[in-house]
């Protein structure tokens, strides 16, 4: 009978133990994890920024997802100079063994930047239509000279970073497929070599045979 009284009681203290368990305890073994700030992606920070504690969501300076292939990555800057260095910046499909899908590169381009520059690569996509879209500013036309003669190394910083009234692509688009994309605008926009003229004929020649 003392057996299951002991149960009993032991039962009822813990049951009375666990409604307690909300209450402020006063003295907290690890007060930093019993009293925990979740920091959730999205979530308001301003209580942070009050409390001195510096959280903008943004991975540390100098680092490396555990995702990201280190053959992509590059460190420039987002300023004037790390936008004249960008030019020298070589595609590392380039160099890799791998050939470069056009199929999923035109996919790519296609979801994230037809909309804009269209289709066809000329500026003229659904938000614009000739300006009668809901864009006023036309985007640019990737037929252009200068386009063009753009290096492709710029225009993934600019596919990255943003430029004018475009916004930076690095969340939507990891770093190999952008280099996709500007290989595929880069092959449909390619300078077509003039063919070679053919030699003048010697009439002088031909009259002295």
Known sequence: MNKYFYIAVVMLSA??????????????????????????????????????IHYDRLPVPG???????????FDLKHDSLGYAQSAGLKNPLDSSKATVN??????????????????GLDGNGPL????????????????AA????????????????????MGSYASQLTPKQRWEVVTYIKSKTAKKEAPAAAAPVDSTATAKN
């Open 15 to 52: 049951v009375a133990a666990g409604c307690g368990a909300g209450k402020d305890p006063g003295i907290a073994y690890m007060p930093d994890m019993y009293y925990s700030v979740a920091y959730e992606t999205y979530a308001p920070t301003k209580s942070l920024k009050d409390s001195g």
């Open 128 to 143: 614009f239509k000739g300006g009668d879209g809901p864009y006023s500013a036309a985007p640019k036309d990737f037929h």
């Open 102 to 119: 056009l199929k999923e590169a035109e996919r790519l381009y296609l979801i994230n930047c037809g909309i804009c520059h269209g289709a």
């Open 146 to 165: 200068d386009m063009v003669a753009m290096a492709p190394g710029t225009m993934f910083y600019s596919i990255t970073f943003g430029k004018g009234q």
């Open 63 to 73: 680092t490396v997802s555990r995702s990201e292939d280190l053959a992509f990555h």
